[in-house]
């Protein structure tokens, strides 16, 4: 029994939603605890204590070590997570991040002005900060509860969003809410980022390095004035992010093999540091702090800072305060006008594009939690308003506005979902049509029937599925377009990298996609696929190998490749291979004759396709999927 309690509790802390949790039993606790024993939660916040040296000392309260370095570490994780995502995320390419890059600086700028005309003319209308971030742990942890009742497209565009909004947040923190600048200071914390990066040019790869400078930062960017969580910022900025590197992964396998023949400390060690070489530090510190975070340093930070007495006296000068509705209306209404009514108009002024699988009940469902505005809240109260009062009614105003926001937006969640529950159709459709410019099509693009596939490879299936599939294409002689897209490989199958390798190869030539498809299913059935075998692969059917390797280095593909896997896990698709019938999931018996019956069922008058014969494929792919040219030696062109 406690074998499978422990277990289960494991299990959970491992969940996207325990942070969220975590988080709110604190700030419950926190209100309790304010409540029940007021003296006793004063007396240990402002528990003053410190570190001396000699003549030196550095002394704050509970509250402030929490507030002004602890939280460092968070600031430093999300501005990780910003800067992978800048560089290799969803903000990499414009096409995907602009609705979210427009309805964050909305969802930013609208809820400051709210705040602005409501408290205009009173001393805290310079407290606009409060009301401009989201706090995305909860909102994360609220999507995730809902699972696959929701597009998880949804969770892929509030990230995106949220990161903007983390940006901006820390943008008006570092320069609206600073106290006296001491440029002496502000020089040396200056001089140590420069060696921050000096190190990290010279690809110092060791986390006790930068964790060591960035006390030394933290403390000096603490002395300048500047608040110091903005040296977990300067950090986060300076470490540096890159995917896997090939040659450094290649040579942490030979370094494995090596200690698996004779296993001993010394090559162990050699292995183990070859495995960190080839993962970037920004990625390392991710995954050794993100549960830190989220369930420690960020419900410890909401247990000291959430804490408001709450009489009739205060929540009766809390709702008489313009402060307190400027806060509530800022949270609820600015970041939802804000951020869906600047998504809808940049989608209807094509500055981009949503998911297909999105409509406007989803955003709008989603802008309606983004007014949980929680920890940066708080975080901003402390920093821009000295009263205690006025404190009080700006974190009744949170809590409030908080709590109003999450309770919107976990209905209207309930209510799309139930509505896209009670419209599905009776066989689930394709989420996005196929696409002769973006898909990648074997046999005439207008051709009255369509099969798509979503598969990976070295599944236990996937040579049989070919011979099943070869038997129906030959049965249609050319009036089938067949389809392949991409589902995420289960933990036992070939590496996250091959759907991008078959992408770097059909970039270079259309037509060499289904060949290269199916020499990874010919090494598949022989052997394990790894990288190497996806450089080989390459070669052999005549693609460049110095673009391949560049495209998988850079990530070039990896976005095209995750809209599948969405598009995959939107539908309820977790492990392929699923094949869709004239756009309808397919569930009947794995064999030609079936497959082919359901076709003609449901064979279409019009093509399942959005474009004509001009994109037809028919002469790039005049080759069954089965066979596939060889290239000549050297396997370049």
């Not at 509790?9 to 491992?14: K, M, T, V």
């Not at 980022?193 to 790869?205: D, K, P, Y």
């Not at 939107?570 to 999931?585: A, K, Q, R, T």
Request: with cysteine; proline share 4%; net charge negative.
């Amino acid at each position: 029994m406690a074998n499978r309690l422990t277990a289960g509790l494991a299990a959970f802390f491992r969940t996207e939603s325990a942070g969220a949790v975590v988080l709110l039993a604190a700030t419950a606790l926190a209100l309790l605890w304010a409540n029940l024993s007021p003296d006793s939660y004063n007396a240990v916040i402002h528990t003053e204590f410190g570190l001396v040296a000699g003549s030196a000392e550095l002394e704050m309260s509970l509250q402030h070590w929490i507030n002004d370095a602890v939280m460092m570490l968070f600031f430093f994780l999300v501005t990780l997570e910003v800067k992978k995502d800048v560089v290799l995320g969803e903000l990499r390419s414009w096409k995907r991040a602009a609705l979210p890059i427009v309805g964050a600086v909305a969802g930013l700028v609208v809820p400051a002005l709210i705040f602005v005309a409501i408290t205009r003319g009173t001393p805290e209308v310079g407290a606009w900060g409060v009301v401009i971030s989201t706090d995305t742990a909860f909102v994360v942890g609220i999507l995730a509860a809902f699972g696959s009742r929701i597009p998880a497209q949804l969770r892929v565009f509030i990230l995106a969003l949220a990161v903007v909004d983390d940006i901006g947040a820390l943008a008006v923190i570092a320069f609206f809410y600073t106290e006296d600048i001491n440029l002496l200071w502000l020089g040396i914390a200056a001089a140590l980022a420069a060696v921050t990066w000096f190190v990290q040019r010279m690809q110092a790869w060791r986390g006790l390095v930068y964790a060591i400078l960035g006390v030394f930062l933290w403390f000096a960017v603490l002395q300048s004035g500047v608040h110091a969580t903005i040296a977990g910022v300067i950090l986060g900025l300076l470490l540096p992010v890159f995917p896997p590197k090939h040659q450094l992964v290649d040579e942490a396998e030979d370094l494995t093999a090596s200690f698996r023949r004779s296993p001993n400390a010394e090559r162990g060690m050699s292995a183990a540091e070859g495995i960190l070489r080839s993962v970037s530090i920004n990625d390392r510190f991710q995954l050794s702090l993100r549960r830190v975070v989220s369930l420690v340093i960020v419900p410890v930070f909401a247990l000291v800072n959430a804490g408001v007495l709450i009489t009739s006296e205060s929540l009766s000068h809390a709702f008489g305060s313009a402060l307190t509705w400027g806060v509530i209306a800022g949270l609820v209404v600015g970041k939802f006008v804000g951020i869906f009514g600047a998504t809808m108009l940049g989608r209807r002024l094509h500055i981009g594009e949503l998911s297909e699988a999105l409509r406007a009940r989803h955003i709008a469902s989603g802008a309606l939690l983004t007014g949980i505005g929680f920890t940066i809240s708080l975080f901003i109260v402390d920093l821009a308003i000295t009263d205690p009062v006025a404190q009080s009614d700006a974190r009744i105003g949170i809590l409030t506005g908080s709590a109003l926001a999450a309770l919107l937006g976990v209905v209207s969640l309930q209510l799309t979902a139930r509505y896209d529950r009670k419209h599905a159709p009776a066989r689930v459709q394709l989420n996005r049509p196929i696409d002769p410019s973006r898909d990648h099509i074997f046999g005439p693009a207008d051709a009255r029937n369509s099969l798509t596939v979503y598969g990976s490879f070295g599944g236990l299936d996937d040579a049989n599925t070919e011979e099943i599939l070869d038997q129906v294409i030959d049965h249609y002689e050319g009036d089938l377009a067949f389809v392949f897209r991409h589902i995420r490989p289960t933990a036992d199958g070939a590496p996250e990298q091959t759907g991008e390798a078959l992408e770097a190869v059909a970039s270079q030539q259309k037509k060499l996609f289904w060949p290269m498809r199916h020499e990874l299913n010919e090494i598949s059935e022989d052997r394990s696929l790894d990288n190497r075998e996806l450089l080989r692969a390459s070669v052999n059917v005549g693609a460049n190998l110095n673009r391949v390797e560049d495209d998988l280095r850079r990530d070039v593909h990896v976005s095209r490749v995750d809209e599948d896997f969405l598009d995959a896990e939107n539908m309820g698709l977790h492990s392929g291979p699923v094949l869709f019938v004239n756009g309808l999931l397919y569930d009947g018996d794995m064999e030609p004759n079936a497959i082919i019956a359901d076709i003609d069922a449901t064979s279409a008058a019009e093509p399942d396709v959005s474009a004509r014969p001009d994109h037809t494929l028919t002469s790039d792919c005049a080759v069954q999927i089965g066979q596939a040219p060889r290239a000549t030696a050297g396997g370049r062109q």
